[in-house]
Structures are given as structure tokens and as C-alpha cells.
Nanobody, 126 residues
Framework: QVQLVESGGGLVQPGGSLTLSCAAS????????VGWYRQRPGNEQREFVA????????LLENRVKDRFAIFKDTAKNAVYLRMNNLEPDDTAVYYC???????????????????WGQGIQVTVSS
């Protein structure tokens, strides 16, 4: 059973940076497509932020692609979301999700992920 644990959230001022971590156990990130989603205050739905395939290809949502980056460390079996130039609108609970996929497959739809972390709060405020 794949388990995911997020860390690295917290309070940051506008313009600041944070790096979220998603530590995986039960499977290697080399065989998982891992995505990041967020649920902003007042929104019932989670929204796609970024994903990285088991082969290392990545895709970021248009509104964040110039500020965020997704990458992984296979030695630590973790996937990271580096967030720069944060804005108050980035305030949300961030979730990582994973599903076993071949190296060339990127998963964007939330319903196609099988494993989820518990979520971590990111607050951007002065």
C-alpha cells in the first residue's frame, strides 16, 4: 500500500518561497506518477497544480508554471513542489497524490489518482 506524507507548509509572506515535500512509502517514485493539488478556502473542489511522471516529465498548471516547479529525488523517494513568488491567492491546503504508471504517462485528472496524502496548509499573508 502506497502511503504519502506531505511536509513543508506554513505561513509565508507574499513574494516568499516554500518547498513542499511528498514522502512516499510502499512504492518507489520511479514507478509512480505524482501530482500536487490544492483546495483553496471556500472552494469545494481541489484544483490541479502540477504532476511529474515516473519517467520525470512534468506538467504545471498555466497560472503557476512560471513560479512553481515539481521535481523528485529517487534516493529520498520523495517528490517536491517548489513555490516561488507566492501570492495570497496561493493560500490553500496542498495535497500530493500518486498512481503507478509507465514513464511516459502524465496524470492530470484527480479521479485517476489512487493514493493521497493528508494535505498540508500553506498560508500566504503579510
Amino acid at each position: 500500500q502506497v502511503q504519502l506524507v506531505e511536509s513543508g507548509g506554513g505561513l509565508v509572506q507574499p513574494g516568499g518561497s516554500l518547498t513542499l515535500s511528498c514522502a512516499a512509502s510502499g512504492s518507489s517514485v520511479s514507478s509512480l506518477c505524482v501530482g500536487w493539488y490544492r483546495q483553496r478556502p471556500g472552494n469545494e473542489q481541489r484544483e490541479f497544480v502540477a504532476t511529474i511522471s515516473s519517467g520525470g516529465q512534468d506538467l504545471l498548471e498555466n497560472r503557476v508554471k512560471d513560479r512553481f516547479a515539481i521535481f523528485k529525488d529517487t534516493a529520498k523517494n520523495a517528490v517536491y513542489l517548489r513555490m516561488n513568488n507566492l501570492e495570497p491567492d496561493d493560500t490553500a491546503v496542498y495535497y500530493c497524490a500518486a498512481v503507478a504508471k509507465p514513464p511516459n504517462i502524465l496524470v492530470v485528472l484527480e479521479r485517476n489518482y489512487e493514493h493521497w496524502g493528508q494535505g498540508i496548509q500553506v498560508t500566504v499573508s503579510s
